[in-house]
């Protein structure tokens, strides 16, 4: 196994570098001038050449490259234009919110979609069926901002039922960090006022990520489920009288959630990324907002920090459904 884990971990390394290639030359295509953006809206232009020629602006694109990937080596990000400090600190501090929503996310997605998934493949082409597969197409159709704007007037302006945007209700003190996760945190120190609060907060804008996900997991789980009822030890399990729920449950699931749970991978990094708009709009203070303040103030080093860290993040967790994988059927692991 650690042969295996030390294949994939190779095979990242030219993905990370041709990312990292692609996104600092695409930024700079882009017609905006972060030494006017560092210098505020005021700035003279003798002022803005200056800090163009302080943070080495006017140098070659090439050069420009090669001292991004010292300080990239270093783990030294720069200062962002938006905030006035270190990207890596701001990143360290915004990434734990936006892992809390994602994985919640998630989970709530692949703890419904397989079920869902096999509901519909174990009543084929009947109502259940028909019903699931209309819901998982306008899952996939819907978008993420128009679905949490209905969200927020139903259940947080109508009804009141959960909170308007935020992660915390205001006055209410954020529990010692730990791990970061507001959840977890307030569980090890015993705030239970701060976990209920925590939750309130975290279900509608969650959920809102997860539509995209529940779907595709419920279409990819219901493929597999009936490509497997399909096989001979299927057939002789039933002619056997083995009762049928313990088949699907115990044989043919394990056997159908492959290609599930390789969209689990996928969409874990697409969840970062689709973070942006959902942190946005319930004014989640993650790194998806923070990107979207990096754009509008044209801050490069922060989008350069958080493509790098968003590819870092997909090619761990690809790692690890590679490894479960890898314990569902060892063959995979031979061929890898």
Excluded: C
Excluded at 250 to 266: C, D, M, W
Aim: proline share 5%; aromatic share 10%.
């Amino acid at each position: 196994m650690l042969a295996f884990i030390v294949r994939r971990l190779l095979l990242v390394i030219p993905s990370l570098a041709g990312l990292l290639v692609l996104t600092f030359f695409l930024i700079r295509v882009v017609p905006a001038d972060p030494a006017a953006a560092l210098a505020g809206e005021n700035a003279t232009p003798a002022q803005i050449a200056e800090i163009r020629r302080q943070y080495g602006l006017d140098q070659p694109l090439y050069k420009q490259f090669g001292v991004y990937l010292t300080q990239v080596a270093r783990l030294d990000f720069g200062e962002s234009a938006y905030s006035r400090r270190p990207v890596a600190v701001d990143i360290k501090q915004r990434l734990p919110a936006t892992l809390e929503l994602t994985i919640a996310a998630l989970l709530f997605a692949t703890v419904v979609g397989i079920p869902l998934g096999t509901l519909a493949a174990v009543y084929h082409n009947r109502w259940p069926d028909t019903l699931l597969r209309i819901l998982s197409v306008g899952g996939v159709a819907i978008a993420a901002f128009w679905f949490a704007i209905e969200l927020q007037l139903l259940f947080a302006m109508d009804l009141g039922w959960f909170p308007l945007r935020g992660r915390l209700s205001p006055g209410l003190a954020a529990p010692p960090v730990i791990t970061g996760f507001f959840l977890i945190d307030s569980l090890l120190t015993g705030r239970l006022d701060v976990f209920t609060d925590a939750l309130r907060h975290l279900i509608l804008p969650a959920f809102t990520l997860s539509l995209g996900g529940l779907a595709t997991i419920t279409r990819f789980t219901r493929a597999g489920v009936l490509e497997t009822l399909q096989k001979d030890f299927v057939t002789y399990e039933r002619a056997q009288g083995f009762p049928p729920r313990a088949l699907i449950w115990k044989f043919v699931l394990r056997n159908s959630v492959v290609a599930a749970i390789t969209q689990i991978g996928l969409l874990f990094g697409g969840l970062i990324a689709g973070a942006v708009v959902v942190e946005t709009i319930f004014d989640w203070p993650g790194i998806g907002f923070y990107t979207v303040q990096a754009i509008l103030t044209a801050d490069t080093k922060v989008m350069l920090a958080v493509t790098l860290l968003i590819g870092v993040v997909y090619a761990i967790v690809n790692i690890l459904v590679d490894v479960v994988h890898g314990l569902i059927d060892p063959r995979m692991r031979e061929q890898g």
